[in-house]
């Protein structure tokens, strides 16, 4: 099950969603160049937050209603929010990125069809604090 919470609030988001860059991230930093007496110098360390985390329900058809896209996008918008996302069974300390969460109408309706049921496909970005 994937959450996400704002202080005593808790939104359950999809089970669908896919997590693309899952794998695409490192905590270790390492930085090379050449000396000049002409000696390659390597400095390594660790990262201790900055993790970009993109959960994706478009290409999943992971749907949520407008009224949880409503309240998603409102959180969205508080700035400097942290929230926690417990994702694979792991707890983290998040914030929405730029343009942190976008959804996308499944149906095309007409104006004044929408209403806090109708279902759309999001999609997240998060960085981990």
């Given amino acids: ?22 794998f695409g991230w490192s905590p270790v930093v390492i930085s090379q160049k050449t000396g000049s007496t002409g000696a390659l110098i390597i400095h ?3 990262r201790k937050a900055g993790r970009p985390i993109i959960l994706d329900g478009v290409v999943s058809n992971a749907w949520m209603t407008r009224a949880d896209c409503d309240q998603l996008y409102t959180w969205a918008a ?9 994702l694979r069974g792991i ?27 109708t279902v759309y496909l999001p999609s997240f970005k998060f960085i981990e604090v």
């Fill in 1 to 22: 099950m994937i959450t996400l919470k704002l202080g005593s609030m808790q939104m359950t988001l999809p089970d669908r969603l896919i997590w693309p860059n899952e």
């Fill in 44 to 46: 390594v360390g660790k």
């Fill in 78 to 86: 508080i700035a400097e929010a942290e929230f926690e996302l417990v």
């Fill in 91 to 117: 707890a983290r300390t998040v914030r929405f990125d730029n343009d942190g969460f976008t959804a996308t109408a499944l149906w095309r309706l007409l104006d004044g069809e929408h209403d806090g049921q």
